[in-house]
């Protein structure tokens, strides 16, 4: 009997001792939340929305925030900036390191205003002569044709002009991984892939499956970066794509989701947390290798020298090296060529 009752004396005490050297997986409720990004996520466009006051909206962080029981402004900040590019959040980023020291949850949209920069540059290609403005782009674009579209894979100065976008883009994405990543090293972070407005709506003819290979090329880049440093990428387009026309204001010539579309992905996201599990890492996905970057990639330093920015641009702590920022440029360039094979 005395050897039983030692034995299961044991059993409890090994038990006891995995118990405490595991590191037990995140409860879905977070205390507290950091939504950065652009005006998808500060709720543009919805009834309530004020820019001095994001708060007020239904926007998806909003509703998010209130089912995980998050109180704005004190467990729940809400960072974000209408127009924001790539650029702009990497300048932002040394303005919140405070926020992201307590967040253990961060949510990331950005890189629409990238894609909306590069519009103007497939519109001049396809017209032939300067287009310089977003309405002027798209009255442009939407009656082009299929051979139009089909005709930039062979236009090299198109294809020189829009890589350096897609680069730029990959790597300040980069970029704001590595600062987020030395900020709040045990912070789930997730990042927002781009939806396509324009998908199935009518009114947008060949420009709507264009849009796909730009888009294909910026969600490439953040499927690229995640994977590297540790961070989760949510599917918007999953939700949104399917049924545009409803869910987002494009009807209108907008590219913002609607009340119901923020619902959609607001949906999406508390699912998503309520059935993933989270387990914190206790140490950088790599050995610190520089500071971190904390200036943006400019047009003119990727077109000029685009191998050579990208090496330094993406070196950084417990995120990025030198092979992998390759392989981030790579996957993005890669995604856009995939896509317009597939065009032609």
């Keep these: 009997m005395k050897k039983i009752t030692l034995r299961i004396a044991s059993l409890l005490a090994v038990l006891a001792l995995l118990s405490a050297l595991a590191v037990p997986a995140t409860a879905a409720k977070p205390e507290f939340m950091l939504a950065l990004g652009d005006s ?10 004020a820019e001095t006051d994001p708060y007020e909206c239904a926007s998806y962080t909003n509703i998010v925030a209130e089912a995980l029981g998050l109180e704005a402004k004190s467990a729940y900040v809400n960072k974000a900036v209408n127009g924001a590019t790539s650029a702009d959040l990497l300048k932002l980023l040394p303005d919140v390191e405070n926020y992201l020291g307590y967040a253990d949850l961060v949510v990331v949209t950005i890189g629409g205003n990238d894609l909306l920069g590069a519009v103007p540059l497939v519109a001049t290609a396809i017209a032939g002569k300067s287009i310089t403005s977003l309405e ?15 005709s930039l894979s062979n236009n090299t100065n198109f294809q020189t002009k829009i890589g350096a976008v897609l680069t730029k883009y990959a790597v300040n994405l980069a970029s704001i991984a590595a600062v987020i990543k030395q900020n709040a090293p045990t912070a789930r972070v997730i990042f927002v892939k781009q939806y396509n407005p324009m998908k199935n709506v009518p009114g947008f003819g060949e420009f709507g499956n264009f849009a796909d290979t730009l888009i294909a090329s910026i969600n490439s880049s953040i499927e690229t970066v995640c994977a590297t440093s ?4 949510l599917d918007a387009p999953s939700v949104i794509d399917v049924n545009a026309a409803a869910l987002t204001n494009m009807p209108n010539y907008d590219i913002h989701p609607n009340a119901d579309g923020h619902k959609e992905i607001a949906k999406l996201l508390t699912e998503y947390l309520n059935t993933v599990p989270f387990t914190p890492e206790t140490e950088p996905v790599t050995e610190p290798e520089t500071e971190p970057v904390t200036e943006p990639v400019t047009e003119a330093e990727t077109t000029e020298a685009p191998a050579t920015e990208t090496e330094g641009q993406l070196e950084a702590p417990g995120c990025m090296s030198s092979v992998s920022s390759a392989v981030i440029v790579i996957a993005s360039i890669a995604a856009f060529a995939v896509f317009k094979k597939k065009e032609n």
């Excluded at 998808?40 to 929305?49: F, K, P, V």
């Excluded at 002027?136 to 089909?150: H, R």
């Excluded at 540790?230 to 990428?233: L, Q, R, S």
């Design 230 to 233: 540790g961070f989760e990428v």
């Design 40 to 49: 998808i996520t500060t709720g543009y466009g919805l009834d309530g929305y």
């Design 136 to 150: 002027g782009s798209i009255e442009v674009l939407s009656a082009a044709t299929p051979a139009q579209f089909a």
